[in-house]
């Protein structure tokens, strides 16, 4: 089986290689630079189509058909939406995108729609607003620390932007496998050690009962 990832220059890419071949499969890493560790430890890499490319998805298709893709394992924020929406057309040419529903990626990409979620469902989150209403100000959507603001001006441009009670104390990334069926196979709590421009690259596992809690509830409530 080929299984093919994106933006294997990541922090994440050496490790999601390595199982996809310690399972015994293939892994076609692509990247939009040959100067990618993807390149070095994948079967097979393929240059990538820039994000903004008109002809993004067209040139995709075209890899999946060349490599004989079985699997897409996405991994890029700004083009999840992308392929999730796109799922039953791929699957259409024999390539399963491995990726929750476009209306579950599009709800969590959405800072605020988020927000809104977690209130609605009584899922303690930070206050947010769309307003200049805390000193935090961040993009309403986007991922890592890029964007982040702390002490932000009372005339910062609020447009694509929200603000945010800051929150001190640790940090954790859970990360959730969940079957095809969207239920919980494995949920861990990570204590984040080492973050680099807001992504963690270093932590310990822990077990935290509340934690593993409160997501499997998040997880009964949206398929992912």
């Known amino acids: 089986m080929n299984i093919f990832l994106e933006s294997s220059g990541s922090l994440v890419s050496a490790s999601i290689i390595k199982s996809i071949q310690s399972a015994g499969f293939r892994a076609i890493a692509s990247d939009i630079s040959y100067e990618s560790v993807g390149r070095y430890l994948s079967d097979e890499f393929v240059l990538s189509p820039k994000k903004n490319d008109p002809m993004l998805w067209d040139k995709f298709k075209k890899i999946m058909i060349e490599y004989k893709v079985h699997a897409v394992f996405p991994s890029f924020d700004p083009t999840l939406h992308g392929w999730s929406c796109r799922k039953d057309e791929f699957m259409d040419s024999n390539t399963c995108i491995i990726l929750s529903d476009a209306s579950t990626v599009q709800l969590f990409q959405d800072k605020y729609q988020a927000y809104k979620f977690f209130l609605k469902e009584g899922i303690r989150t930070p206050e947010t607003s769309l307003e200049k209403d805390f000193s935090l100000v961040k993009p309403r959507v986007g991922s890592g620390a890029k964007g982040v603001i ?11 932007m929200l603000s945010q009670e800051y929150i001190k104390g640790e940090e954790y990334t859970v990360d959730v496998f969940c079957n095809q069926e969207g239920e919980p196979v494995y949920i861990l709590p990570r204590l984040r050690l080492g973050i680099v421009d807001g992504k963690s690259t270093s932590g310990i596992i822990i077990k935290d009962e509340v934690i593993q809690k409160e997501v499997n509830r998040i997880c009964q409530i949206v398929k992912f």
Do not use: H, L, P, Y
């Open 150 to 160: 702390f002490n932000a001006s009372k005339d910062i441009c609020m447009e694509g």
